[in-house]
């Protein structure tokens, strides 16, 4: 009996046409004439972590010898999720296809799963997206930045971050980074019991609670204001400071914080409030005396349009490698330059150095740049990544190789197996002090 809708008279509505022998999918046949025989013949993810946090990147290679590409698709918290998805599902949708029709197989692979975006979705298909980019430049002999337009800067001026339990900690770290050249830097300061999101706290710190590890945010909103009229102190009013709240308060904290900290003038405030809020941020960021940067979270484009253009934003956070890779970047930060938002990319060492790569291109290209987040990566992401960016003076400059100018060598990238749970163990004991789930 024929399914329904279906046409026995008619193969091209049978829905086996489409399998191999083994019932899984062939090589993809091209929806239109070549001007070449270029095609793509494998997809796999790689997993490596050099650091301890799980890297995921996408290795795209073609017929012609020693022509591949890599994407980064690294999505930490669920890295297993992503390769397997690369691996068992989008991957095989490029297999047999020219590997310029980039534009084509990111919409198809956004169609494909028909329930769409989300970080291991996102993260799959960025990995597979900026690959063929960076195929493009190496088929061009140009790094991918000149084929977004060239150069709108001659290098990218970045941030890192300082964080320690007590101010002075935290004051004498960034007195060193500044001494090494930085300009533009995060400031984090702990506190008692957990410690506020990126440096350490004092344990025990609420000792007379159901949970004396807690994180409170009433002392949060008395101890950053602190934090920054200290540092003015120490550095003046000409260094670049900002801060990430990491999704911890409400609308109305974030307000009250943002207030609190206009005297010290910073160059943004991060992820006031958590995702599920982000429908608020246009009244936030309207109260907010301080630039609001938000969008490392995002998995869907459509998310990332409607921050930008509703007036959710003054900074777009993306993760490139989880928004859909560069394709759908190159779009968003247009919208950018249209509106006035700026961008500051996430960039921290759950990226690799493939990602960072890609970041840059952007980065140097692109007009409405604003801050680019950083990482100094160890001696052994190094020798995995050939070629990773290395910051001078608080500068990255692009690779001037085609592609990327990131190799990845895959016998170094074995000595370093990636561990679960790593990031789940922390976010399981992110709690207030009477013992409730605090967004990580």
């Known amino acids: 009996m024929s399914a329904p809708n279906m046409d026995p008279a008619d193969p091209s509505t049978d829905p086996n046409r489409l ?18 025989r270029l095609r793509v013949t494998a997809v796999r993810a790689i997993v490596t972590a050099p650091e301890g946090l799980p890297l ?42 020219h590997p310029a029709d980039i534009e084509d197989i990111t919409r198809l692979i956004h ?10 979705l996102g993260n799959a298909l960025s990995g597979v997206d900026q690959a063929l980019w960076d195929i493009a430049g190496k088929r061009a002999g140009m ?30 770290q960034a007195e060193a980074l500044v001494q090494a050249g930085y300009r533009h830097l995060r400031l984090q300061v702990g506190g008692p019991g957990l ?29 950053v204001p602190e934090l920054f009229a200290a540092a003015r102190e120490r550095f003046g009013p000409e260094l670049s400071l900002m801060h990430d ?23 943004f405030l991060e992820d006031v409030v958590a995702p599920e809020h982000y429908d608020r941020l246009p009244e936030v960021r309207t109260a907010s005396p301080v630039p609001i940067a938000v969008g490392e979270q995002l998995g869907s484009v459509a998310d990332a349009v409607r921050l930008v253009r509703d007036g959710g934003v003054d900074l777009i956070r993306l993760h490139t490698s989880a928004i859909g890779g560069l394709t759908p970047t190159r779009k968003i930060v247009a919208l950018c330059e249209l509106l006035g938002v700026r961008t500051a990319f996430h960039s921290p060492g759950d990226i690799s150095p493939v990602g960072v790569a890609a970041n840059l291109a ?29 910051v001078r003076d608080g500068y990255l400059y692009p690779s001037e190789l085609p592609g990327w100018g990131v190799d990845l060598d895959e016998k170094a990238a074995l000595r370093f197996p990636p561990v679960k749970f790593l990031h789940e163990r922390w976010a399981a004991g992110v709690r207030r002090p009477d013992g409730g789930l605090e967004a990580p």
């Open 56 to 97: 995921v990147v996408v290795r795209v290679e073609t017929n012609e010898p020693g022509l591949h590409g890599l994407g980064c698709a690294t999505f930490t918290q669920r890295y297993a999720a992503v390769a397997a998805a690369v691996d068992e599902h989008v991957g095989p949708l490029v297999v047999g296809r």
């Open 245 to 267: 709240v990491h999704s911890r308060l409400t609308p109305k904290q974030a307000v009250v914080l943002a207030r609190a900290l206009e005297p010290y003038r910073l160059s």
């Open 143 to 172: 790094p991918v930045h000149e084929l977004l337009g060239g150069r709108s800067r001659a290098a990218v001026e970045v941030y890192t971050h300082a964080a320690g339990p007590t101010v002075a900690e935290t004051l004498e």
């Open 19 to 36: 399998l191999g022998a083994d019932g899984g999918l062939p090589e993809a046949q091209p929806p239109w004439p070549s001007r070449d």
């Open 362 to 390: 952007v980065d140097i290209s692109t007009p409405a740049f604003g801050y680019q987040e950083s990482h100094e990566y160890n001696e052994a992401t190094h020798e995995v990544f050939p070629g990773t960016p290395t």
């Open 195 to 223: 410690g506020t999101y990126g440096a350490p706290g004092t344990r025990g710190g609420y000792p007379r609670s159901p949970h004396p590890d807690g994180w409170d945010v009433n002392q949060y909103l008395v101890a």
């Open 111 to 120: 169609y494909s799963s028909y329930w769409r975006n989300g970080p291991v």
